[in-house]
């Protein structure tokens, strides 16, 4: 098996000729079903990159368009992301793997086939704002907790286990590639029906979607310390034990690439994770695992994010930062930013956010290449 050209050492990303290795990279995630989630990349592109200074891509694989049908994987697809990452290859960027997920999957946004989608017959709700769903759609929701309890499907298997084996073809596709440096095996892993709980609790410190509480920093430590002990259970019962199972089975197939994991959902904005890393059969620490967290301020997708700030995402931050302390594996921040026209005060949160990446040593991957060539934020991604 091919040597990776980026891995762990230690708390540590290094080279293949064991120089330290600073992740600066970029989001590349096509959601689009119309263009088979691969979106339109050029080699100009990935030139147009490393001529700034990105070496690293974090490359959106969408469960829909890797297995269409139960147990099938769909070659045309894979033969896509084999371009993408030739492509990125050509210039000595190397390239992690995301399963990407947005609301669960394609019935709601992006991510699971309409296969592996079990709702139990809820209802869904949608509001202008789509990130919303997370909180107040029961069949969202359903759909996380079927995917979480391993529901059967009509072919005998389950959906998680579904997933799973997936992921091993994946790993044994990309095994070989010593640009294909790691895995990161779920974007954003949301809870399901205790979500509720949790807007429940934020509704109780913003009524009518009020949104002033979240410039009081004593209501929101109140706000975060209700909803942790939800997530925290989840992250200790559920989230912790899947992961254990993957890293399991990805391993089984590839020894060396890197096994890349997230916190929940609700640590995006600051919620403490209790999210570690997986573990063997016999309690040891899986090795080869890296730390790839998302933060990102609260007000995110609304309008009111243009005015920036830098309280709220120091705050989100070094929550991400404290859990990354307990763990002896490199961390690289995996998702940041989404400033599309970056207005002078997201400038400025970006230059604040950049300056803690590199005082804390983590490296990062800004969301997204779309933003970076007339968004106005590229300015600020290349200072040095």
């Not at 899986?286 to 967290?293: K, L, N, S, T, W």
Request: aromatic share 12%; with cysteine; charged share 25%.
């Amino acid at each position: 098996m091919n040597s990776k050209k980026v891995k762990v050492n230690g708390n540590q990303f290094i080279t293949d000729s064991g120089n330290p290795f600073i992740p600066k990279g970029i989001n590349m995630v096509c959601k689009d079903k119309s263009r088979n989630y691969l979106g339109d990349y050029k080699p100009e592109d990935f030139k147009f990159l490393r001529e700034k200074g990105f070496n690293l891509i974090r490359l959106g694989l969408i469960w829909d368009g890797c297995e269409p049908e139960p147990g099938v994987y769909d070659e045309e697809y894979f033969k896509g992301i084999d371009q993408i990452i030739d492509m990125a290859s050509n210039e000595e960027i190397s390239v992690f793997l995301d399963m990407h997920q947005d609301l669960y999957g394609v019935v709601f946004e992006d991510g699971a086939p309409k296969w592996a989608t079990v709702t139990d017959g809820k209802e869904h709700y949608r509001t202008e704002l789509w990130s919303e769903s997370y909180l107040i759609s029961p069949a969202v929701q359903h759909a996380f907790d079927n995917f979480w309890k391993n529901t059967i499907l009509v072919d005998g298997t389950g959906i998680r286990t579904r997933y799973i084996n997936l992921w091993k073809f994946i790993a044994a596709r990309y095994g070989n590639n010593p640009y294909v440096i790691g895995y990161d095996v779920m974007n954003e892993p949301f809870p399901g029906t205790p979500g509720m709980k949790v807007a429940e609790i934020m509704g109780k410190y913003m009524p009518d979607g009020d949104m002033s509480a979240l410039e009081d920093f004593g209501k929101i430590a109140e706000m975060i310390g209700e909803i942790a002990p939800i997530t925290m259970e989840f992250e200790t019962t559920v989230l912790n034990p899947f992961y254990d199972e993957l890293a399991r089975a990805i391993r089984s197939v590839d020894k060396n690439g890197i096994i890349m994991f997230e916190s929940n959902y609700f640590a995006n904005a600051g919620v403490p994770s209790m999210v570690k890393p997986a573990e063997d059969e016999d309690g040891n620490v899986i090795e080869g695992q890296a730390y790839v967290p998302h933060g990102y301020d609260i007000l995110v997708d609304t309008e009111a994010y243009e005015t920036g700030g830098c309280e709220r995402v120091a705050f989100i931050f070094g929550s991400l930062l404290e859990c990354a302390k307990k763990m002896n594996i490199p961390t690289m921040i995996g998702e940041w930013g989404c400033y599309p026209n970056a207005s002078e005060a997201q400038k400025e949160q970006a230059r604040f956010l950049l300056n803690l990446f590199k005082n804390n040593c983590v490296g990062n991957v800004y969301y997204d290449f779309s933003h970076i060539r007339d968004g106005g934020i590229l300015e600020v991604l290349t200072t040095e």
